[in-house]
T-cell receptor, first 115, second 118 residues
């Protein structure tokens, strides 16, 4: 049963620290998405990649957030420096195509708490 | 860009009743409308979807309807059960344009917290 794998599942850190979240998309999927979920904002798209190239990162605060795909099996989302308002659940999702979003699979998420 | 509005934000029903969640979208180019269910502490999971060339789709106790003219779509759950309690998200997918200047995008609604009381 293919799954999107995210690490860590939980992260507690202090304000100002760097946070790195990792995602392993389903093998063969060429689109990867990063979403942030909060009670107030719901599911916000932060960034998405097709064939490892960033297509859209307009939802991501550029001054502190960065997203990369060093290879087809790894996507990373970094926050530096982290702030308490970054506390949220961060989901990675992967899909087989970039223009038809059926079969979008979500990872289990990283619960981030910035104190 | 696409804007998806979802209502209600919370819905409480008795077991066995029906539940209806409605979404509207703004971009007439959107052509694919999935619904996701997210149980507490879990990941969102696709439960049903519909394409713009279809008006209704059913899968056992759940159904989705689409009105392209009015730009709204709805999720219907019949004979609700306590295990249907979760947050439900609608989404609308805008395909890339022919010129390649706009990439496909999936926009989610704000979510509906459904509670089914035994």
């Amino acid at each position: 049963d293919a799954r999107v794998t995210q690490t860590p599942r939980h992260k507690v850190t202090e304000m100002g620290q760097e946070v790195t979240m990792r995602c392993q998309p389903i093998l063969g999927h060429n689109t990867v998405f990063w979403y942030r979920q909060t009670m107030m904002q719901g599911l916000e798209l932060l960034a998405y990649f097709r064939n490892r190239a960033p297509l859209d990162d307009s939802g991501m605060p550029k001054d502190r957030f960065s997203a990369e795909m060093p290879d087809a099996t790894l996507a990373t989302l970094k926050i530096q420096p982290s702030e308490p308002r970054d506390s949220a659940v961060y989901f990675c999702a992967s899909g087989p195509t970039y223009d038809r979003f059926e079969k979008l699979f979500f990872g289990s998420g990283t619960q981030l708490s910035v104190l | 860009g696409e804007n998806v509005e979802q209502h209600p934000s919370t819905l409480s029903v008795q077991e066995g009743d029906s539940a209806v969640i409605k979404c509207t979208y703004s971009d007439s180019a959107s052509n694919y409308f999935p619904w996701y269910k997210q149980e507490l502490g879990k990941r969102p999971q696709l439960i049903i979807d519909i394409r713009s060339n279809v008006g209704e789709k059913k899968d056992q106790r759940i159904a989705v309807t689409l009105n392209k003219t009015a730009k709204h779509f709805s999720l219907h759950i019949t004979e609700t059960q306590p295990e249907d309690s979760a947050v439900y998200f609608c989404a609308a997918s805008t395909p890339p344009n022919a010129g390649g200047t706009s990439y496909g995008k999936l926009t989610f609604g704000q979510g509906t917290i459904l509670t089914v009381h035994p």
